[in-house]
């Protein structure tokens, strides 16, 4: 699966960590950056992610901040994208059942390497449940027209 990936400063040791995983599971990764941990603004880091996976070049987004929040909520701002900021493996699963997430947002500072590890290998392993669930992810794709 080819996946883009960025964080912030905060974010900046465990997306290192989570490129080599990712990496090493076969995935083809887009690094986004930053290349240092030097300070960011995390809204630039997650546009590119994002536009990544509104335009096609990536399958999914994983981004990484100090808390998530502020990486979903810049993302979610893209046409298109469904970010979840998640913070354990069956939210993970949930966001992509029924709500057909296609870019996580994890805490590089509150949930350790291992969990977050967790969080990105269900993510990305767990498929859009549709039926019932594909109705309100029209309705939500509806909201960006408004």
Known sequence: M???IASDHAGYEQKQALVD???EQGHDVIDRGPD???RVDYPDYAALVARDVAGGAAERGVLVCGTGIG??????KVRGIRAANVT???FAALAREHNDAN?????GRFVDLSTNREIVDTFLSTDFGGGRHADRVCKISALESE
């Open 88 to 90: 354990s493996p069956v």
């Open 36 to 38: 240092t941990d030097a």
């Open 21 to 23: 995983h990712l990496t």
């Open 71 to 76: 990486m979903a909520v810049a993302a979610n």
């Open 2 to 4: 080819r996946i883009s």
């Open 103 to 107: 870019v996580v947002a994890v805490s």
